[in-house]
């Protein structure tokens, strides 16, 4: 994949490929900041030093640029979904899903919007892949709970729902 001396244009490439072979974003963010070179520098060796200096700085400016991708994103849907298009906003929210975003606000979004129209099967299928989603914060996995609750209710009304 790559090393402590990978250049930012190197890991651009990278991430790239990734993204194209289909890999979620919010996964190649976090495959990036495991390569983020902790070790204690070594003043003796200035080139060393230089070296994963320039590594970390391309592993936090290549995270930041794909994290903004997908906030972006979201901000683009929330503005699709305001102007009342919806369809549109779906499409941009459930990219956020499907690259595993890592906060709340594009599953929070589709699960309303999916209730709305009766869509309650979508509603579940949204509330699941962020229960399962590997990529979380901390302080995201400590809300689990409201989301197991929100889906017991969801699989609740899509079973009303089939049964009318």
Same mark, same amino acid.
């Given at each position: 994949m790559f090393n402590s001396h990978t250049t930012e244009p190197q890991l651009r490439r990278w991430? %790239?490929? +990734?993204i194209k072979k289909g890999v979620p974003r919010? +996964?190649?963010c *976090?495959?990036?900041m495991k390569k983020f070179d902790h070790s204690q520098p070594?003043?003796?060796? &200035?080139?060393k030093m230089q070296k994963i200096t320039e590594h970390n700085q391309a592993c936090?400016?290549?995270e930041k640029a794909? &994290?903004? %991708? &997908?906030?972006?994103?979201?901000t683009k849907a929330q503005e699709l979904e305001k102007s009342g298009k919806t369809e549109q906003a779906i499409e941009l929210f459930e990219l956020s899903v499907r690259d595993r975003f890592n906060g709340t606000f594009p599953y929070d979004r589709l699960m309303v919007i999916y209730g709305k129209l009766k869509r309650y099967e979508d509603a579940v299928r949204v509330? %699941? *892949?962020y229960i399962k989603n590997p990529h979380l914060r901390k302080s995201n996995? +400590?809300?689990l709970g409201k989301y197991q609750d929100k889906l017991k209710k969801l699989k609740q009304q899509a079973k009303k729902a089939q049964e009318s």
């Open positions: 991430a %790239e490929n +990734q919010q +996964q190649v *976090t495959e990036i070594d003043p003796r060796d &200035m080139r936090l400016s290549v794909i &994290m903004q %991708e &997908m906030i972006n994103r979201n509330c %699941e *892949t996995k +400590q809300g």
